[in-house]
C-alpha cells in the first residue's frame, strides 16, 4: 500500500533515527514509493545492513543528532538550494524506562534533550542554511502517518 497519495519519486529525505522501529520502517517505505532517503542513526552496522537492503536509494548517514554542530555541518555540506532535501523526518528518540524514583536523573535529562531539544535543532539546522527553506514538508510521523507509514 502506498505511504501516502504523494508522489515520492526523486524527492530527497532526511530520516533521523533510521536504523530501527519506525526510522527504519519509514526509511523502507520512502524508498519503496521512489525517494532517495538520507537516513541518520548512531549504529554503523545497523545503517551498512539497511543500506544493503534498500541499495542505492538509501545513503547511510552516521550520526549523534544530539551533537548539534555535527548536525549544522553535515547538513551545509551534504546541501544546497538546488539540492535540498523535499522531506524531513525527526523520528530519532531515546525512551528511558523504569521506576522513576530508580531511574537516574541524567538518564531522564538525556531522554528530553534528544526527544525535544535535539529535533528541533536538527530541523533548525536545516531551516538555518536555508536547506530545507525552499521545498521542504517538515513531517511528524510519529503522531500523525504511523498507520499510513508502515502500511496499516
Not at 33 to 47: D, I, N, P, Q
Not at 137 to 152: C, H, M, N, P
Amino acid at each position: 500500500m502506498p505511504i501516502s497519495n504523494m508522489n515520492l519519486a526523486s524527492k530527497r529525505a532526511v530520516v533521523s533515527g533510521a536504523s530501527r522501529g519506525l526510522g527504519k520502517a519509514i526509511s523502507q517505505a520512502l524508498v519503496t514509493e521512489g525517494a532517495e532517503v538520507y537516513g541518520l542513526a548512531r549504529s554503523t552496522s545497523a545503517l551498512e545492513d539497511l543500506a544493503m537492503q534498500l541499495g542505492s536509494s538509501f545513503h547511510p548517514v552516521v550520526m549523534d543528532i544530539t551533537d548539534s554542530d555535527a548536525v549544522r555541518r553535515w547538513v551545509k555540506e551534504s546541501f544546497h538550494q538546488e539540492f535540498a532535501p523535499h522531506i524531513l523526518i525527526n523520528n530519532a528518540g531515546r525512551g528511558v524506562f523504569g521506576k522513576i524514583e530508580e531511574l537516574p536523573l541524567e538518564k531522564w535529562k538525556q531522554m528530553i534533550d534528544t526527544n525535544l531539544h535535539k529535533n528541533a535543532a536538527e530541523t533548525h539546522s536545516s531551516l538555518e542554511y536555508d536547506v530545507l527553506l525552499y521545498r521542504a514538508y517538515l513531517f511528524r510521523f510519529k503522531a500523525q502517518l504511523i498507520g499510513s507509514a508502515v502500511g496499516g
